[in-house]
């Protein structure tokens, strides 16, 4: 009944300040484990712990070394939590000592949740270099935007040079074709000098279909649940205490080591872990300590699909999650604005389900839910910033067929008043690159596996996927290359009319939104929402102080009358998207006030 | 998104007070749903309602009518909610009309849960009749033993006559060579007039394997996750609405029609529910709203080897659940007592873990547990009466390879030490049949299934089972009718000296309990307990206002000297197992004091 405590074992090769590596292997089925240094071929072999557990603390390896773990003298492996795979998933990891980096941004201080206005890319798309060193490049350009964080879709090392982020196979590994893990520290330290924040999207629900090795290390998974991807990662079986370790201390790299203001983490109603302590619980209070320690912020943020306010709700009796995104907001804007109602957008019927995303935050809080076949969510009177929404993300444009983004799915007035509608919400708005210019490129799925049966596999599994959502034309090969360039973003478009004068909207809503204490305030008790459904109008009022913002949509292609409040203050008009300072045609009068 | 409400719909045919049957039965899949009276083959049709489910209300069944329901005018079967299956489980279901039975129990009220002192009993084997009317023969003699509660093992209809009841089919149906629906209302009533609560078994985390039809009806099971039984009951899946309804109307069924005091409900920790609302939550909130209706008590107990105390705090952030069984006590009593050390035992290593269950109720409560590779447990400081602890039961007797008791595996003086231990704890003692009289019987592991490929694979499975936990000699054959009649208490033994001496002890011992306050009240913050792992001694003190009991329990096979308190208060001994009046030779007497 040895008592043994984890907090502080990080896995995977790790410096002290003395440039000592601390030699860290979760390897519970090996008789020996030895690391072996690619380029000289000297093998130091790791002595054995507790519970699994193989150590060393020597000076024998050097940040830049190339190695593999040796297991029973036998298995060349990759280091499952190898920081750098410059030769890809199948080749050798490297060491990375992190401390010598020279960070220049300690001036820095992560804003309040509640400024955050986020924008989401993807590294290899979003520049024309499709590295962090091209991101960095833009950061002039985003500042200027007006958005004040970034959220980088996944980075751990993937197989191949192209992919969304979520094939990937090592957790604590930043992708080479990026930068690796220096480039990443690098944009992270630009952002922070340029006032933005950096959210960091992680995988911890699955792993990648190529290049998994964590199976010959040790019980990474477990056969109890089935989600999507096959076997659940153990987060509550036997030898889960290592497992959750494993993606606590990934957590905990990210903030420390890398200076990420907040993750983003994939999923996690596929996280499945019936422990009295839930793995985000836990990584919660090892986020407070850390917190404590250095007296920086960091966020927690989940993508997440259960309407489930325990998951946001403070610790302990709450999962003690910072935030989450709410798809649902999306759902019923887009059902609004008129388009499809078919797959996951069944279950919203229009415009009273905007209204009631913006005043309930979850559109199903109890009642019975067509799509999902049961009643569904729960009430939740979290505050606004604990909310993520949006008019369009990478899965949402990225899921379909074609991968087409609203700006060729919808009017340009239409797209004006999408954009609108999240940026006046009591919660975090968030863009997807480049919808702020309506780019014209889609942004479609892609893969580069180097395994023949993976690329069939993807390829038919893309194909049935598509099957069942919608079954007109045909999807992309994944695996092109094409794909792929079709996807990343035309910078060149940005200086034709059309998209500057979107530019233009979307900067003018950023600061009306900033400027505006009655919009800028998430306060979720001083907002009033009713709406018409025949005239397909939205009436919004929010209020902070003497400041009251009244916000009229007309999702319908007709002009419409609003009635205002007979003994209401008088208005006046702040902003127009129909203005032809944004390529429309006034509609917008206040008669009477 | 309409909405609608389930808490009042009762599967199955159920009756008014005016006689008018109410028929509900959910087949999401049927195009049509009749109801066929079997003796006059007439047919009666059901209109389809809301989410699958078939209704009519009717004067033309009556109590006693047998009948099968027809799905889309072809597949006959037996009906889920069937309150009886008189020709066995692939039989037609019969019409019960509970309002017909005459309760005489009116001036019964449900005691304290603190005053619960618990029996258990299978049905089958614990009379020489083998049903309920066997059962209410003992009653007089359970009534002098002085237990309040006895827990019948479950009474849901099961393939056969012989089982230990958990591979019941018809979780509404009482199995029908124990006595059908009405004996077993006939045995409550009973037993309320003799002044003993009833407990009854129920399983809500699987069905058995044979005669289970409700996947022709509906979406009962779910493949998200795997038990020891295969796919687990849907309770939180597409449609698992209907299916929580199904299992909370069971509760209450038990409750309010049967009278039943408490539902001890089967191993919940296989019951997979990521709900907002737990399903063990939502019923423990029918269970209150009903008690509020009828004035009457009940208690949720469950089976559970978490230690996770979620479960037993009150709503909302709790589970509800008034009580659990603690196993960990059974395992370090066991293993202190000298029994064996493997398998799930292998966890507790003696006395020190002992005295850790009469201090912290769970011996595992935060460090790490070799048999389960992992951290397990939650600190609790639930109060006493939340936990059921027994130095044997069904379990840990027929789960051995020849299904021996205490009685033959312990000498006669350890059986009185064992007894005497349970006997003192601050939580609610529970004894297994015949234990109190030493039976020798073994209870061993029985089915009497019908099908030739099951009946192979429980022989093979069973055979499986124990090349895993002890490998030692031949598992008796589960099918065979032997090793039923082998199982069944032997009631001739009772007029044995040695049986009666024990049977005197066991009285003692209860009349003790209950008159003893420091014994009686179930403090957990008066009480103190230590122990010396050389001697194999422990030392329980417990006390309330001006009465002190001190517990010395020596589980070594010599005489040892125990230190009393140096400035306590004098001491007389109230009870020695060791007592000639007990069979033994006085061996403990007080120095000083």
Redesign the interface.
Same mark, same amino acid.
């Given at each position: 009944?040895?008592?043994?405590q984890l907090s502080n074992i990080q896995p995977g090769l790790t410096f002290t300040q003395d440039g000592i590596c601390n030699i860290l292997v979760w390897a519970p089925l090996a008789q020996s484990v030895n690391i072996l240094l690619t380029d000289t071929g000297k093998k130091i072999e790791l002595n054995a712990g507790e519970?699994g557990y193989w150590q060393l603390s020597t000076t024998e390896v050097q940040h830049g070394d190339l190695y593999k773990v040796v297991l029973n003298n036998e298995k060349q492996l990759p280091d499952p939590a190898s920081r750098a795979q410059p030769q890809g998933v199948h080749g050798p990891s490297q060491v990375i000592d992190v401390n010598g980096f020279k960070w220049t941004d300690n001036q820095w201080a992560n804003p309040a949740l509640e400024q955050y206005l986020i924008y989401e890319l993807h590294t290899g798309t979003f520049s024309p270099e499709g590295t962090f060193a091209g991101i960095t490049e833009k950061l002039q350009y985003l500042k200027e935007l007006g958005i004040t964080a970034i959220e980088i879709m996944p980075v751990a090392q993937f197989p191949g040079n192209r992919n969304w982020g979520y094939d990937g196979v090592f957790p604590y590994a930043v992708q080479n074709s990026y930068g690796g893990p220096a480039g990443l520290m690098e944009l992270v330290d630009a952002c922070h000098k340029k006032g933005l924040a950096v959210i960091l999207d992680v995988v911890y629900n699955h792993v990648g279909p190529e290049g998994n090795y964590l199976n010959e290390f040790g019980q990474y998974f477990t056969?109890? $649940?089935?989600t999507p991807w096959g076997n659940a990662i153990n987060f509550?079986?036997?030898?889960?205490?290592e497992v959750r370790n494993f993606f606590k201390q990934n957590v905990l790299m990210w903030f420390r080591d890398f200076h990420v203001d907040a993750l983003r983490m994939d999923a996690v109603?596929a996280i499945?872990d019936?422990s009295?302590?839930h793995i985000l619980q836990e990584i919660k209070e090892s986020v407070d300590e850390l917190m404590a320690d250095t007296g920086r912020k960091h966020y927690l943020i989940i993508e997440f699909d259960?309407?489930?306010?325990?998951f946001i709700d403070p610790l302990p009796?709450g999962y003690g999650m910072d935030g989450q995104w709410i798809d649902e907001f999306h759902h019923a804007l887009r059902v609004t604005a008129g388009g499809e109602r078919n797959g996951y957008y069944a279950?919203f019927?229009g415009i009273s389900d905007l209204a009631k995303a913006y005043r309930d935050a979850y559109v199903y809080d109890g009642? $019975?839910?067509?799509h999902?076949?049961?009643?569904f969510?729960?009430k939740t009177d979290n505050p606004g910033q604990q909310f993520v929404v949006f008019s369009q993300n990478h899965d949402h444009v990225g899921n379909r067929l074609l991968g087409e983004r609203s700006s060729v799915l919808f009017s340009f007035e239409m797209q004006k008043l999408l954009a609108g509608a999240v940026m006046v919400v009591p919660y975090l708005p968030m863009l997807f690159m480049g919808e702020e210019y309506a780019e014209q490129n889609p942004f479609q799925y892609f893969v580069s596996h180097t395994d023949e049966d993976m690329i069939a596999a993807v390829r038919k599994g893309r194909k049935e996927e598509f099957k069942a959502f919608h079954a007109e034309g045909e999807a992309p090969d994944p695996q092109s290359e094409e794909t792929f360039r079709r996807s990343a973003l035309n910078w060149d478009s940005i200086h034709q009319q059309q998209h500057k004068t979107m530019l233009h909207y979307y900067k003018t809503l950023i600061v009306l939104r900033k400027q505006s204490l009655a919009l800028a305030t998430l306060n979720r008790h001083q907002l009033e929402v009713s709406c018409d459904q025949e005239q397909q109008t939205l009436w919004l009022h929010r209020w902070e102080g003497d400041e009251h913002v009244y916000c009229f949509m007309n999702f319908s292609d007709k002009v419409q009358q609003l009635a205002l409040p007979a003994d209401g203050p008088a208005l006046s008009i702040i902003l127009d998207s129909a203005d032809p300072e944004f390529g429309g045609q006034r509609s917008t009068s206040v008669r009477g006030g």
């Open positions: 009944m040895a008592n043994y519970h056969d109890k $649940y089935n509550d079986d036997a030898h889960c205490d109603h499945k019936f009295p302590k259960l309407n489930d306010k325990r009796q279950d019927s009642q $019975y839910s067509p999902r076949q049961k009643k969510g729960t």
